[in-house]
């Protein structure tokens, strides 16, 4: 099965500290996408960062970094200089060929990041 | 460029009443989804539309739910008749095509979706 664990459900950060979320995903397949986003109260979902299986490279995206792990499929995102704009929920996502023959996401059940003042 | 518009923002209804969710995509692009989100959990995909058909609807309760996108632009959901559990935030996205490469670049635009509550 596919598969999306998010292990932290609730996390809070000082404004301008670093946080880490972390991510673990089960797929049996070689060539996926995986994604970071941020779903603020506003309810939309934005996307954060993005990485392609095939590359050994992190991504970064500003103050949003991954490390990335394929042998261990985890994927945790680090916030750095963590602002209040900040909080919302993050889900991790990644993106297959499903059976019929098109992509869809799998999504984590999210964690939701609270940055204080 | 415009978002993914979509409408209402928040319905109230009892169960067994209906109610359709509407969503207009980004200009231009081919693929619209519409996802259910349960509180605590990460969005769900109901159905797939590649212009005006249907690519993947397994995940769609079709003894309740249906949804159409008629000439290949905007699209809505309906609900009938409505049962508690389908409380959910419904989610509308789009992109701009449907193959790997370039879906897996840009990902998808959401819409801010509809907040459900079946009381």
């Known amino acids: 099965a596919q598969t999306v664990t998010q292990s932290q459900p609730e996390m809070s950060v000082q404004e301008a500290e670093t946080v880490t979320l972390s991510c673990t995903y089960d797929?049996?397949?070689?060539?996926?996408?995986l994604f970071w986003y941020k779903q603020p109260p506003s309810r939309q979902m934005i996307l954060v960062i993005r990485?392609?299986?095939?590359?050994?490279q992190n991504a970064t995206e500003n103050r949003f970094s991954v490390n990335f792990q394929k042998a261990a499929k985890s994927f945790s995102l680090k916030i750095s200089d963590s602002q209040l704009g900040d909080t919302a929920m993050y889900f991790c996502?990644?993106?297959?060929?499903?059976?019929?023959?098109?992509?869809?996401?799998?999504f984590g059940t999210g964690t939701r990041l609270k940055v204080l003042a | 460029e415009a978002g993914v518009a979509q409408s209402p923002r928040y319905k109230i209804i009892e169960k067994r009443q209906s109610v359709a969710f509407w969503c207009n995509p980004i200009?231009?692009?081919?693929?619209l989804y519409w996802y259910q989100q349960i509180l605590g959990q990460g969005p769900k995909l109901l159905i797939q539309?590649?212009?005006?058909?249907?690519?993947?609807d397994s995940q769609l309760p079709k003894d309740r739910f249906s949804a159409e996108r008629l000439k290949g632009v905007d699209s809505t959901l309906k609900i009938q008749p409505a049962k508690l559990e389908d409380s959910a935030v419904y989610l509308c996205?789009?992109?701009?095509?449907?193959?790997?490469?370039?879906?897996?670049?840009?990902?998808?635009?959401f819409g801010s979706g509809t907040r459900l509550t079946v009381v």
């Open positions: 990485q392609e299986a095939y590359k050994q």
């Open positions: 996205a789009s992109s701009p095509v449907e193959t790997g490469g370039m879906v897996g670049h840009y990902g998808y635009t």
């Open positions: 200009s231009g692009h081919a693929t």
């Open positions: 539309f590649q212009n005006n058909g249907v690519v993947d």
């Open positions: 996502a990644f993106m297959i060929l499903s059976t019929s023959g098109t992509y869809k996401y799998i």
């Open positions: 797929t049996s397949e070689n060539n996926y996408y």
